[in-house]
């Protein structure tokens, strides 16, 4: 049979083929990224998951079978070519393979549904489409460089905070928090729904004694609208901790951010470089603005908005203006936030919310929680939600919840920030919006 690995090996990843290794024979892996040939002479360029490298066949040096297999190649075919380092002024990377041996490992058809080479740019949908071919790009499979240190670092961030990551169901029975619309699903004879957040179980696991948690998850929202920053599936990670406030929270996700900038910065500058995006790393706490502050800001600055009310997107834009990159908006009115927030002592129709944003998108929620069974039954029924339906949810308030606190942060939100791309689809592999199910 054809087209098989069989003793076959990948010697270097194409970053490896550097002049630490003239003279040697190496075997890379990879697709044809380019042909070119010249007559005399034929320059193929192999890409893997590090870059690229040159393979060139001059006809005077190389067998005229060699010859004939690179020029039955085609591109975007897979290929593992053996041979000899040779530095070379005019390669990309200062050296190139003279190859020996040529393995097609499978050849690609022609035409390609569309260019991986980024010589031409394509339309989002004609990308996602073939969204493994565009994945192929190098500027594309640098959001998810990027985005695999995101969660390194966040993950590093958590354990060494000694806080425990946990998985939480996502198919889920009928009451959530509200505030959103649920996708139903059918579970064996009963309706069930695919979960919008893992708000009720990680503060469950606070009267658990876990302490501290996080969960990296899939949310999932049937929200109509289609925007640049709202998919039907998305990933949060989620925090909550125990004998903290939001003044807390808030505080683990500013130490949290500054980390990961920092570790972006370092780890991933190749990237931002193909991205060509610049991060700055952010100075001392991130300023603070209380939400009646917002409110006059906003109208201030000729959008109008009513005390009460929501940010709507022009809202989000003033502020965006006006404030730092990353800030916290603060002291929401608890009427527009879910249940389980937690009111001013003093002045209840205000509540320990915050959100975090940065410039106009928002990044995150938290809140300082109610770890008081009644106050919570007392907030449930104010926004006309049956308590019935929360048994399961409330029994671990009865029991010894202890005060807490916690936060959801929209990883790919977080990600657009990361890379600077603006539209939250390029910062997932296949994403999920209103319009789209597959692939
Ligand atoms: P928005 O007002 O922007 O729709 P939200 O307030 O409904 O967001 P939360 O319920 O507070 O969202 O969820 C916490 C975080 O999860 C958000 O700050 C955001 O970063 C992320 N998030 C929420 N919904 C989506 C979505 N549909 N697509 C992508 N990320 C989302
Ligand atoms: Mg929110």
Redesign the pocket.
Known sequence: MEYLLRDLRRTHYTSNVTEDVIDEEVTVMGWVHEIRDLGGIIFLLIRDIEGRIQVTAPSKKISAEILEDIRALRKESVVAVKGTVQSSSKAPNGVEILPSEITVLNMADQPLPMDPTEKVKAEIDTRLNSRFLDLRKTGVSAIFKIRNQMFKSVREYFADNNIIEINTPKLVASATEG??ELFPITYFEREAFLGQ?PQLYKQMMMSAGFDKVYEIGQ?F?A?EHDTL????E?I?IDMEASFMDDVDVKNILNDMMVKLITDINDKCSDELDILEYKLEVPQGRFPDIDYDEAVDLINARGVEMEYGE?LSREAEKVLGDEMDDFYFLSGWPTEIKPFYVMPYEDQPQKCHAF?LMYKNI????GATRIHQYDLLIEQMTKKDLSPESFDSYLKAFKYGMPPHAGW???A??LNMVLTGVEN?RETVLFPRDRHRLTP
């Open positions: 505030g959103t957040s949310i929202r929200e920053r709202h998919l039907n998305a949060s929501d959100d928002e990044l995150s929620s959801g942060l929209g790919d939100r939250i």
